[in-house]
């Protein structure tokens, strides 16, 4: 309990002792007999206190006023106005930051663009009733002529929005404030080449003895932009910052009249707002840019994650037949081994260790597939590759009585060449086959015929066709036959034609579905090799 009325106390002491300071060193111009001046930090001070720490820090505020009035303006008005005076001050920005945290819900540190909108609707509507109290109770006490009235509120008013708008962002955005931070600032050959340019800027516009020195005041958007564009809302509300601070050292310097304050005003107000959106305008693009890449770095993750789970489901679907085959020729080895018959064993067993051999393949080929697309191209002739895939299926249509034939139309098998991966194109055809077996198998159907017929199309690719005498694909699943999980087959796992399409895509080729009277049809073609 006494560390926390210690901290307290501490916060307090601090506050006050900081609030006093910023307004003594932005005491200029000062306007009799209450000391209104055309830069008001302190009122951002204090509702940069209101925002980050809660409205009920109030009391705070209150006592930074009076200390203020007290130490600075040497209480030149009546204590009781005085008093008035910051109790008008502490309840409006007490509203206003109640209303910008509490109703609208900002963030205060201005992660986003609406933050900073709302921000400056806020402290506009805001800011006006107060210097319109303020002045109009030193009216009333007969303090101020009546001729200046709207002249002191314009003033008070545009002050207090400058104040607030040049320093809240930047004591939020950067509290707090750590070591590692100053060093990238000051650390920096381009942060530090930033601040020589503001001061050769602001050199440039003030030092030089000509009439109007405000005319020439647009070169201090130039480095205000080029922070803005690098370094976001934090860059800029530094620049600002500094070129505030230049700003009124180099008007003081050069004795400019009261009659250009509203000049100053105008200045340093289309500086920090335009400073303020083009800082949150890159910023808000940072974190736009910073969401996508992590949720690339997400979905890139989930891939993998389904990759993986494909590649295992279709490990089990490719590994199927071989491991089918070798069980039925394993049981054949021992009915010959029974039988006394070592001829016919050897060569089953041969048998066995191709299955094997070719499972392996199948392993290797579909990890080196998900892992990022073909990685074992080879040229090989048409022939080639359909005396790999003949031997299996030829062996399974016999099996289960299905009469597979096989034509060449307007090709040369042993000529025509095409760049593929051998083991990943064989497992394409024999999907295929293995479909068009399985419709045949599982409903009656008047012959059981398969032809792969094997061409070009017009465009001299490889066109081949695997068509069925079955009772062909259902109308509902036509669309979305090709998508993962989705199967004609009760047992099915809805993966082999999917793997199928992605693994003819990636060596530049199409799988479709084609529509006929009878059974069902699959055509995929693929580019010819060329002699590059």
């Given amino acids: 309990m006494r560390r926390t009325k210690n901290h307290l106390a501490l916060l307090l002491i601090g506050y006050v002792v900081v609030y006093v300071l910023v307004d003594r060193v932005s005491y200029i111009y000062p306007v009799a007999p209450f000391a209104i001046t055309p830069w008001n930090p302190q009122t951002g001070l204090a509702l940069a206190l209101l925002l980050r720490f809660g409205v009920r820090f109030w009391p705070l505020q209150f006592a930074g006023a009076l200390a203020a009035e007290w130490y600075v303006r040497d209480f030149q008005a009546p204590l009781g106005l005085i008093l008035l005076s910051c109790a008008i001050m502490t309840a409006g920005y007490t509203a206003a930051s109640a209303v910008l945290v509490g109703k609208l819900r900002i963030d205060p540190t201005f992660t986003r663009l609406r933050d900073l909108n709302w921000f400056m609707a806020v402290v506009i509507a805001f800011t006006l009733p107060i210097a319109l109290s303020y002045i109009m109770m030193f009216l009333f006490d007969g303090l101020i002529p009546p001729d200046e009235f709207l002249m002191d509120v314009l003033i008070y008013w545009v002050g207090d929005v400058i104040g607030i708008i040049v320093t809240t962002p930047?004591?939020?955005?950067?509290?707090?404030?750590?070591?590692?931070?100053?060093?990238?600032?000051?650390?920096s050959r381009e942060n530090i080449a930033q601040i020589i340019t503001i001061l050769c800027v602001l050199w440039g516009v003030f030092g030089w003895n000509v009439t109007d020195e405000f005319k020439y005041f647009y070169p201090l958007f130039l480095p205000l932009i080029w922070i803005a564009m690098r370094h976001g809302l934090k860059g800029a509300t530094l620049a600002i910052l500094v070129i505030q601070l230049g700003l009124i050292i180099s008007v003081q310097r050069s004795e400019q009249r009261y009659v250009?304050?509203?000049?100053?005003?105008?200045?340093?107000?289309?500086?920090a707002a335009t400073g303020l959106f083009l800082g949150m305008a890159v910023t808000e693009r940072q974190r736009a840019e910073s969401m996508l890449s992590q949720r690339e770095v997400i979905l890139n993750r989930a891939l993998r994650f389904a990759s993986a789970s494909e590649m295992s489901s279709a490990l089990a679907h490719e590994l199927n037949q071989p491991l089918s085959a070798i069980g039925g020729y394993v049981s054949s080895c021992r009915l010959l081994l029974s039988a006394r018959q070592p001829e016919r064993l050897h060569d089953t067993l041969e048998k066995v260790t191709a299955e094997v051999a070719r499972a392996s393949q199948v392993i290797h080929r579909l990890r080196d597939f998900y892992r990022g697309g073909v990685t074992k191209l080879e040229r090989i002739t048409v022939a080639e590759l359909f005396e790999g895939i003949?031997?299996?299926?030829?062996?399974?249509?016999?099996?289960?009585?299905v009469n597979l034939k096989i034509q060449f139309d307007d090709i040369l098998p042993e000529i025509f060449q095409i760049f593929i991966d051998r083991i990943q194109?064989?497992?394409?055809?024999?999907?295929l086959v293995a479909n068009a077996i399985d419709a045949l198998v599982a409903g009656p159907v008047e012959r059981r015929e398969i032809l792969i017929t094997v061409g070009k199309d017009p465009a001299g690719r490889l066109r081949v066709e695997v068509r069925d005498t079955g009772p062909g694909v259902p109308m509902e699943m036509q669309s979305r036959l090709f998508d993962v999980f989705e199967t004609t087959k009760p047992e099915g796992l809805g993966l082999g034609l999917g793997i199928s399409r992605s693994i003819i895509e990636a060596h530049g080729g199409k799988l479709w579905l084609e529509p006929t009277a009878e059974g069902a049809c699959f055509i995929f073609t693929l580019p010819a090799a060329t002699d590059e």
């Fill in 260 to 271: 250009t304050v509203l000049e100053l005003q105008a200045l340093m107000f289309a500086l």
């Fill in 425 to 431: 194109l064989e497992t394409v055809v024999h999907n």
């Fill in 390 to 401: 003949w031997s299996s299926v030829i062996k399974k249509a016999e099996r289960h009585g």
């Fill in 170 to 187: 930047l004591l939020l955005v950067h509290w707090p404030v750590t070591v590692n931070a100053l060093r990238r600032l000051f650390g």
